[in-house]
């Protein structure tokens, strides 16, 4: 069976939690600020800090923005629903606005026609790993004083303009979530070169209390701190990051290599720009080309022991979000599938994997 994700663990990750252990800091400790000294590094900004998980990252962006009751976020309407699910806690409106049908990521040619008054960021999902056309956005958001959140959860180590995303906006948000690029099971990041909005998040994610002064606290804050156990997992991951960069760009370029000329298969349009580090492998297929529907090759390629996943819904189909009709971001959704691309995934597998699809079509 090869599954749709798995976590490459390389060794020292037993060392490092066996420390941990051993040193009886398994709340905070020393290889929490190990990971955000070496991560923020390493994306190229001044500050970041680790939080529980890539959802409360995003909910403590929006925080130490001042994002507010009534105030609108403009978020893609294809996406994994986290940056919209964080806008909603903080009271806020998301504004959902269409996603490129090439790109998948959101359009940035729609996004004027959204802003309001009431407008306060913009946050771009880096959807699987592909970027958003951050030269453009980052034009918006400047002439209309709107923060940049980048959701780069999906887009770990992908390069626009031969600079890491996640250091482009106001601040940058990450998950380690076991699927994730590097992973510590759970955990987040967030990561600015703002020193104030630093300060203030870092309060905030720990119960607000003032530093320097214990039990006293300045704001109603949240515990959205990562523990030290967690922390080692993500130092181990760290030392291997070459490496396992390497895997995803070779796991990419072969699933391309194998299906990117054939009719009826279609993979997400990298800009010129960008130097992406896929995440997960999707493709969005023509029906028309296959024997059947997207759902029904997904069972068929289960029962050849190939577990694969459909695209996120959109917005503006689940009920819930109230989200007005978005065309690309329904058209897209319904014919993606999502392939295995974990970064031990062997050559010989993928090429079973593409097999499979291509058996599948008329
Ligand atoms: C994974 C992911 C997150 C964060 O998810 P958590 O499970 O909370 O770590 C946020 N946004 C996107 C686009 C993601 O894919």
Redesign the pocket.
């Known amino acids: 069976m090869i599954p749709w994700g798995k976590p490459l663990l390389f060794g020292n990750e037993y060392k490092f939690i066996s420390n941990a252990l051993k040193s009886t800091w398994i709340s905070g400790g020393e290889y929490v600020k190990k990971f955000e000294r070496e991560f923020s590094q390493l994306i190229g900004t001044k500050y970041g800090i680790t939080t529980s998980?890539?959802?409360?990252?995003?909910h403590l962006a929006l925080l130490g923005l001042g994002i507010s009751k009534g105030d609108e976020v403009i978020v893609p309407g294809f996406?994994?629903v986290?940056?919209a699910n964080a806008v909603i806690y903080t009271g806020g409106k998301p504004v959902y606005v269409d996603v490129d049908p090439k790109t998948w990521c959101l359009n940035v040619d729609l996004i004027e026609e959204h802003i309001s008054n009431k407008t306060k960021a913009i946050i771009p999902?880096h959807?699987y790993g592909n970027v958003c056309e951050m030269d453009k956005l980052i034009k918006i958001a400047d002439s209309n004083e709107l923060f940049i959140i980048e959701?780069a959860?999906?887009a770990m180590f992908s390069k626009y303009d031969k600079v890491f995303v996640g250091s482009l906006g106001t601040v940058g948000?990450f998950?380690?979530?076991s699927t994730?690029t590097i992973t510590m099971g759970?955990?987040?990041a967030v990561l600015t070169n703002d020193k104030e909005l630093n300060e203030k998040m870092r309060i905030l994610h720990s119960h607000g209390m003032r530093q320097g002064k214990r039990y006293w606290h300045d704001f109603i804050g949240y515990n959205y701190r990562l523990t030290n156990l967690q922390a080692a997992l993500g130092c181990a991951q760290l030392e291997k990051v070459d490496s396992i960069i390497k895997e995803k760009v070779r796991i990419y370029k072969r699933y391309l290599k194998n299906l990117s000329n054939i009719d009826g298969i279609y993979f997400q349009h990298i800009k010129n720009k960008i130097d992406p580090v896929i995440w997960a492998v999707a493709i969005r297929i023509n029906p028309d080309f296959f024997k059947f529907n997207r759902d029904i090759i997904m069972v068929k390629l289960r029962e050849k022991d190939i577990e694969t996943r459909p695209g996120f819904y959109p917005f503006s189909l689940m009920p819930i979000y109230k989200a007005p009709p978005m065309q690309s971001a329904e058209q897209i959704s319904k014919n993606i599938i999502s392939l295995p691309s974990f970064a031990s995934l062997s050559d010989e597998d993928i090429d079973y994997i593409c097999k499979e699809i291509i058996d599948l079509m008329r």
């Open positions: 998980n890539g959802t409360t990252a995003l996406t994994f986290a940056p999902v959807v959701d959860a999906e948000c998950s380690f979530q994730k759970e955990g987040g």
